[in-house]
């Protein structure tokens, strides 16, 4: 569990990309913060992330978890597990992982509802991406 107050970081994982977010203290506002980029079949960006945890102070990281269709976990989901034991072995801060389905899908919608098209960089989705699903969290810990 998570403390109730302090920044939370969060983390929408990618093959390539990953969106990073960051709370505010109150854990009331999610605000995108950056991508962390890894070569395909390379190790998580660790040391970038240090970067991001050291600048924000977070008190735990939220893993987004992409579940199938049905809400079973597969293979992406076992992988984004996995990450997240590194996240917290590494950090020493607590993990939480939350379904991050469709959060990428929301990101899109909304840039074409804003008229945005195809401006919007693939970076700029990842870490809007991980906003959506962070502020779902913080959400849904208020409710």
Known sequence: MLPPEGPILAIDIGEIRSGVACSDPSQVVAHPIGTLTRRRGKRFPMQALRVYVEANTPVGIVVGL??????TERDAAAKARSVGALV?????????????????????????????GR????????????????????????A
Request: glycine letters at 6%.
């Open 119 to 142: 401006r919007l960089r693939d970076m700029d989705v990842d870490a809007l991406a991980a906003t959506v699903m962070l502020q779902t969290f913080l959400d849904s810990r208020r």
């Open 66 to 71: 992409p579940l199938s269709s049905d809400g």
């Open 88 to 116: 917290q072995e590494k950090t020493g801060l607590p993990v939480e992982f939350w379904d991050e389905r469709m959060s990428t899908a929301r990101v899109h919608a909304t840039k074409r509802e804003v008229g945005h």
